[in-house]
């Protein structure tokens, strides 16, 4: 998943588009700012997605190849990215305008992430037998 549409679907979160899909004008620092902010959630999130891909977490490479431009892929499962990121990025964009929406938006991250981390921790990871 590339970081432009992590920051479309948080943009949709708080919704900063008019009804004919278009952007609101006072959208650009958000812009600005998203890879810088999903680099800070990216390294939070780096040990739920050793544990998603069945990896311990002491295998973590915490050297993460840092998200430039909105065309930058984002290097978590796309269970995290699709559906815990936009959720905390929504928070951290309006923070400063809407404290309470961005308490509602970083609840709705801790709960996603919670689940996506049961969901995949409640499956077995091991290897299969092949009887053919």
Do not use: C, Q
């Amino acid at each position: 998943m590339k970081v432009r549409e992590v920051y479309d679907r948080a943009l949709s979160l708080i919704n900063e588009r008019d009804s004919g899909g278009a952007y609101h004008s006072d959208v650009g620092d958000f812009e600005k700012n998203t890879p810088s902010l999903l680099n800070s959630l990216v390294i939070l999130l780096l040990s739920d997605d050793a544990v998603i891909r069945g990896r311990g977490v002491r295998d973590i490479s915490w050297e993460v190849e840092p998200l430039t431009t909105m065309e930058d892929s984002i290097p978590l499962h796309n269970a995290l990215a699709s559906g815990v990121l936009p959720f905390a990025l929504a928070s951290f964009l309006i923070l400063e305008e809407d404290r309470a929406r961005a308490e509602y938006f970083y609840r709705l991250y801790t709960e996603a992430r919670s689940h996506v981390v049961k969901a995949f921790t409640s499956a077995e990871h091991g290897r299969i037998k092949n009887v053919y």
